[in-house]
């Protein structure tokens, strides 16, 4: 059963319009969502965040939007840029004890900015 | 910002030996470890999660007599490959977690068996 599920494998978009990244859960205990950026044969590195508690953080050209009704969440990057080809994976995890534990991640999408 | 060292970046092995992975967090105490494998095309399966000085909890699934999970300080845990098959053959990657801070991964290791 997978709880994090990003149903795009991939997206093409040109450079300077926007990309629009999907994510779904199923597990209503998330409470904490997190967009990562992965090179091929590099780890993945951190993007941006949001908690439940908002339904919109924005740092710079990325912005997360969550909507927990439909426990869907959203990362748009404008403008994009040939450098933001990369997998992007959305990750979920739910507060136990006080603190958040264990991250479970979607599939990725492969984004690709075409100059 | 933290960071975490992960080595080797690439090994190359001979079935039925043994291979170790190490993670560090540089620059902050990771009370919380994680590692995970990375297939074709898939998400990033969590593996385990070990806290400094206690036994690792295995994800549903994991063979813990065959990756060995050591988390002996609060910077540094190793993940050992027993006895490696081709099937093993995957990247595997760690992620340190400081108290209620965030997530740090490191940059992974390729592993082939041959």
């Known amino acids: 059963d997978q709880q994090v599920k990003q149903n795009s494998p991939s997206l093409s978009v040109q450079e300077g319009r926007i990309s629009i990244l999907n994510c779904d859960y199923t597990?209503?205990?998330?409470?904490?969502f997190l967009w990562y950026k992965k090179y091929p044969a590099e780890g993945p590195t951190f993007l941006i965040s949001?908690?439940?508690?908002?339904d919109k953080n924005e740092d710079g050209r990325f912005t997360v939007f969550l909507n927990k009704s439909a426990k869907h969440l959203s990362l748009h990057i404008v403008p994009s840029q040939p450098g933001d080809s990369a997998v992007y994976f959305c990750?979920?995890?739910?507060?136990?004890?006080?603190?958040?534990?264990?991250?479970?991640f979607g599939k990725g999408t492969l984004l690709t900015v075409n100059p | 910002g933290a960071v975490v060292s992960q080595h080797p970046s690439r090994v190359i092995c001979k079935s039925g030996t043994s291979v170790k992975i190490e993670c560090r967090s540089l620059?902050?105490?990771?009370?919380?470890m994680f590692w995970y494998r990375q297939f074709p095309k898939k998400s990033l399966m969590l593996m385990a999660t070990?806290?400094?000085?206690?036994?690792?909890?295995?994800e549903q699934g994991v063979e813990k007599d065959k990756f060995l999970i050591n988390h002996a300080s609060l910077t540094l845990s190793t993940l050992t490959v027993t006895s490696a098959h081709p099937e093993d053959s995957s990247f595997y990657i760690c992620?340190?977690?400081?108290?209620?801070?965030?997530?740090?991964f490191g940059s992974g290791t390729r592993l082939t068996v041959v």
């Open positions: 620059d902050f105490q990771a009370t919380t």
């Open positions: 992620s340190a977690k400081q108290g209620a801070g965030g997530y740090t």
């Open positions: 990750a979920a995890s739910a507060t136990v004890g006080g603190s958040n534990y264990k991250l479970t």
């Open positions: 949001i908690s439940s508690i908002k």
């Open positions: 597990n209503s205990m998330f409470d904490y």
């Open positions: 070990s806290n400094e000085g206690s036994k690792a909890t295995y």
